[in-house]
């Protein structure tokens, strides 16, 4: 099996206190393959140490000026040249197997444009909190197409868990730089105009949740802003489903949960001993039921207890 090559993007600024991770996650995988990007804004604190200590691990690396993260996205992926793309932001990481497995998968499926992993999350600390309990959950391509993969509808997609193919990025034309926030938003819905997501049965990226720090939490009110206005002309969906997600959280999972819908997976057969590619109906929740309840509890212990770090 030829592999092809992986062409990945992370841009940083002032990242000293998780760059190392982010690198040594893409780095010590040794994939035979790799196209590694990386652009600095120009940061002023060690992380132009630290990134020099693996630039012979990448591909391209400078530091200057940017127009903000989404510039210096779409900027690194003009300077990539593999055949499938990603990006990873600087505090995020993948995880050991991450790059055989999306090499193998774009190797043995010709067919499959884009892929999205089980969703997986970090502490500031770097210790893996969670990993979604649905396994392969679906990902219905006219739901992603008409806006409705956002917090108050299905949930958010999880970028750092996300690989295409380039030609997949060409015909849609990148990231719209239009939009500050929820450019990646409104590029997995175009991507959608193509494509099935293809939910493949394992974890290929952690995100590190630091709340209130980053774009996702800080400019929340500017995300949903732009989210609205990608979506004002599209589908909307029904009106028993928006009434559930108003009544709560609970109930928007539950929503989730009883929304079943035919989808594609990939997920390794022991029998084979190889990944297999199914259509299948599956939910389109990436939680379970015991999972949202946990997540309850965890919640309230955390408010009755400051400082203990539980969210």
């Not at 108050?152 to 939009?179: H, I, K, N, P, T």
Request: glycine share 8%; hydrophobic share 40%; proline share 5%.
């Amino acid at each position: 099996m030829t592999l092809p090559t992986i062409s990945l993007v992370t841009t940083c600024y002032n990242a000293e206190a998780y760059i190392e991770a982010t690198l040594r996650s893409v780095l010590q995988q040794d994939y035979p393959a790799l196209d590694y990007v990386l652009l600095d804004g120009g940061s002023r604190d060690g992380t132009l140490d630290i990134v020099r200590r693996h630039a012979s691990g990448l591909s391209h690396f400078s530091s200057e000026p940017d127009e903000g993260q989404y510039h210096a996205i779409q900027k690194g992926m003009s300077l990539a040249s593999g055949e499938v793309c990603a990006w990873l932001n600087a505090d995020d990481i993948y995880l050991p197997w991450t790059l055989s497995v999306v090499g193998e998968v774009f190797a043995q499926f010709p067919e499959v444009d884009w892929i999205i992993g089980a969703p997986a999350y970090l502490n500031r600390q770097g210790q893996c909190t969670r990993v979604a309990g649905v396994q392969a959950p679906g990902y219905p391509r006219s739901d992603i197409a008409s806006g409705w993969y956002r917090e108050s509808l299905s949930g958010f997609l999880q970028q750092e868990s996300m690989f295409w193919r380039r030609s997949l990025w060409e015909r849609v034309g990148g990231l719209d730089l239009s939009l500050k926030y929820a450019a990646d938003f409104d590029l997995w819905r175009r991507f959608a105009e193509h494509a099935e997501l293809v939910s493949v049965a394992t974890p290929l990226a952690a995100f590190r949740q630091r709340p209130g720090e980053q774009r996702s939490s800080a400019g929340r009110h500017h995300y949903d802003d732009e989210v609205d206005r990608v979506t004002a002309a599209l589908p909307r969906a029904s009106a028993a489903w928006r009434m559930l997600n108003r009544r709560g959280e609970a109930m928007r999972h539950l929503a989730r949960m009883l929304r079943w819908k035919p989808a594609p997976v990939i997920a390794y057969s022991n029998q084979a001993q190889s990944w297999v590619k199914l259509d299948a109906v599956r939910p389109t929740a990436r939680t379970t039921l015991a999972d949202v309840l946990l997540e309850r509890r965890l919640r309230s212990a955390g408010q009755q207890q400051p400082g203990t770090g539980l969210a």
